[in-house]
Nanobody, 121 residues
């Protein structure tokens, strides 16, 4: 089970840090990802991290502004979001893929409940 938190209201250019705590162990073979869904739009891939190597991957929309990281000790994955823009407004979801790296939501089998990020202009 995944529990996401850390969303809120922030001004353009501001920062937020999202957390996703896993109740079960995250194995080194897992990939943890963040997705987002804005009103009226499809769920969109944001970033992913290979848990064993901690290698990270980003969508072009957030590269250079967002940083995904993970803590083995805390069994938690983070998403540091800087230089936020109004178009980053969405519900953000964390998810786990047991199948390896993917930017496709259907490859992820466990999802958190989502946390709302609102960026005001």
């Amino acid at each position: 089970q995944l529990q996401a938190s850390g969303g809120g209201l922030v001004q353009t250019g501001g920062s937020l840090k999202l957390s996703c705590a896993a109740s079960g162990r995250i194995f080194s073979s897992h990939v943890m990802g963040w997705f987002r869904q804005a009103p009226g739009r499809e769920r969109e891939y944001v970033a992913a991290i290979r848990w064993g190597t901690k290698r990270t991957y980003y969508s072009d929309a957030v590269k250079g502004r967002f940083t995904i990281s993970g803590s083995n000790a805390e069994n938690t994955v983070y998403l540091q979001m800087d230089s936020l823009k109004p178009e980053d407004t969405a519900v953000y979801y964390c998810a786990r893929s047991p199948k390896g790296l993917s930017n496709m939501a259907f490859e992820y089998d466990s999802w958190g409940q989502g946390t709302l990020v609102t960026v005001s202009s």
